[in-house]
């Protein structure tokens, strides 16, 4: 079974995206973060809505999602916000030994 895991979620404030990487670093809840600009399109309360926006994708173990999950809802201003995990089911052995020495 795989230990580790990518979280993604997106906002539009990158004061908040910036907010959310800086506190999940910092209670090394992850081990790495990259945040990209975007273009989303998306169905919402009835109508299609596109809009720029903030990816940020978090490598984490998996057993820390919740605590990862929690972090950012309490941070988020989103009234329903993306929260995703995806298994990273292989990785570079140096690569992963890196990430599980960097967390908690």
Known sequence: MTKYCIVTTTCDKLEIANKIIDTLLKKRLVSCCQMSKVESSYWWKGEIV????????????????????K??????????????SFDI?????KYLKWMEEEMK
């Open 50 to 69: 596109k809009e720029p926006e903030f990816l940020i994708q978090m490598k984490t173990k998996k057993d820390l999602f919740k605590e990862v999950e």
């Open 89 to 93: 089911n292989e990785g570079n052995d």
């Open 71 to 84: 972090e950012i809802l309490s941070i988020h201003d989103y009234e329903t916000c993306e929260i995703i």
